[in-house]
């Protein structure tokens, strides 16, 4: 019988996801990762969440510029069908054609946003996760690691701030804290980086572990 192409069984590339609180620094090293890779002779694709696809887009818009409340349930289902979309239409094509995908935001991130500092429960979350991502798991996730008050000072200067960046500082402790539960679990995975170094100090510390796939 045939193998169904879509499968994550049947990838061939590397799947590699970036997490990190506000202004943690994940575009900048990202960058730097996509020019070394490549340079390497790997095929790279960047994409990020939510967003990704023309549907996601639209999705990320609502989600960031909504200025009315938005139910915790409908942003944890926004998300969610933005991911839906980014797996079949992005994510699952590059893997089947080996490339190396970098996704700026994954499961983790609606583990830590919705699960825990929404009150919706990481362990409820992570199985809503499970279900739509459909077994596409990353090879390796590198968490940015920063103070929530470093990290929304740096976004501020560089951005005017979007509906999430706008919550409380309370808020932004506890996507931290999830995080951080998160990498004790999944040490393996879920890979810490001291986001308060220098960029090329963070960005070496990140290849080390790159390297580690390859």
Known sequence: MTQDPSKPSNRRGLFITFEGGEGAGKTTLIEQIVKSLT???????????PGGTSLGEHIR?????????????????????????????????????????????????????QGAARSLGMDKVSQFCDFVSQGYTPNLTLYLDLDPEVGLSRAAKARVQDRI???????????????????????????????????EQVFKEAMTHIKTLF
Do not use: M, W
């Not at 340079?39 to 969440?49: D, I």
């Open 61 to 113: 818009t609502i989600l960031l510029q909504h200025k009315e409340p938005i139910s915790p349930y409908a942003e944890l289902s926004l998300f969610l069908a933005s991911r839906a979309q980014h797996i079949l239409e992005v994510i699952g094509p590059a893997l089947n054609e080996g490339k190396v995908v970098l996704c700026d935001r994954f499961n983790d991130s609606s583990i830590a946003y």
């Open 165 to 199: 960046e706008s919550e409380t500082v309370q808020f932004h402790r506890k996507i931290r804290e999830a995080y951080i539960e998160i990498h004790k679990k999944d040490q393996k995975r879920f890979k810490l980086v001291d986001a308060t170094l220098a960029p």
């Open 39 to 49: 340079e390497s002779g790997h095929r790279v694709l960047t994409t990020r969440e």
